[in-house]
């Protein structure tokens, strides 16, 4: 994936925290955008943060830094084009790039897609009462 970019343009950001490791898929990440939470979990965090970003016709340059860090750990140059990429491995590869396809059991639960019409799960007013939080053991 050879890019180049203009160093002086303003880049959007997100901040990944760890939150659980579990089974075959290792570590899992919560993202946060623009002060909110943009994925509760996943386990490949810059692309799928991507996707989710150009879902909401956000593009450009993508910073990813991890809470507490004073640098991005990550600098992906174009959002749309990393949108369509992933990180695939399996028992006779490691891990190494890939172009995204939604797996079949995402489709059944609305993937995140390059579709323009996804709309945000829920839009609360002021004063409605806070979504419930989905309880996560803590990182190790």
């Not at 950001?13 to 623009?34: C, F, K, L, M, W």
């Not at 909401?56 to 600098?75: C, Y």
């Not at 990393?82 to 396809?101: C, I, L, M, Y």
């Amino acid at each position: 994936m050879g890019y180049s970019y203009d160093s002086k343009a303003e880049a959007e950001a997100i901040h990944i925290e760890p939150t659980t490791i579990r089974g075959d898929r290792g570590q899992y990440y919560r993202v946060h955008y623009s002060g909110s939470l943009l994925i509760d979990e996943t386990s490949n965090p810059e692309f799928e943060a991507c996707r989710a970003l150009l879902a909401r016709g956000i593009a450009g340059r993508l910073e990813v830094s991890r809470f507490g860090k004073s640098h991005p750990d990550t600098l992906v140059p174009d959002i749309a084009k990393a949108a369509d990429w992933t990180v695939k491995e399996n028992e006779s590869r490691g891990p190494h790039f890939g172009r995204w396809q939604p797996r079949p059991e995402d489709l059944s639960q609305n993937a995140v897609s390059r579709a323009p019409e996804i709309l945000p799960a829920a839009v609360l007013a002021s004063g409605d009462p806070s979504l419930p939080r989905k309880e996560t053991e803590p990182a190790i």
